[in-house]
């Protein structure tokens, strides 16, 4: 089963750090790439350069910005490949928003079988 690692680092949490520092993180990130039962992943820009699309009244409203304020904002993502939710939890122990007092939420993809072209 694939499951998705939502991951919502604490606010504020990489602003102090010095260049090294920021680097060794990275590099921790960049790592659990490296894990085989990781089949994707990215680093989102920050909430600011969002654009939002939504159903108005008479038409489309395209909006600046994220969908909605919230104190934890979605960070990043992983997409792993794990057999039960306990492995997927050992990973998403791993990430080291966890570690610096964000969150990661997990959770289970809907996975469609598709049908063979013709």
């Known amino acids: 089963m694939k499951y998705a690692m939502l991951i919502y680092p604490k606010p504020g949490s990489?602003?102090?750090d010095s260049?090294?520092?920021a680097t060794a993180l990275t590099a921790e990130y960049l790592a659990l790439r490296g894990d085989p039962r990781c089949v994707g992943g990215a680093?989102?820009?920050p909430a600011e350069?969002?654009?939002?699309v939504r159903h108005g009244?008479?038409?489309t409203l395209i909006t600046d910005g994220p969908f909605a304020d919230a104190k934890e904002v979605l960070g990043g993502y992983y997409?792993?490949?794990a057999p039960d939710l306990d492995e997927a939890l050992e990973f998403a122990q791993r990430i080291p928003a966890v570690r610096l007092g964000g969150a990661v939420e997990v959770r289970p993809l809907v996975e469609l079988a598709l049908e063979p072209s013709h």
């Open 14 to 16: 990489h602003e102090r």
């Open 19 to 21: 260049e090294a520092a």
């Open 43 to 45: 680093h989102l820009q």
């Open 49 to 52: 350069t969002a654009t939002t």
């Open 57 to 59: 009244d008479a038409a």
């Open 79 to 81: 997409v792993v490949e």
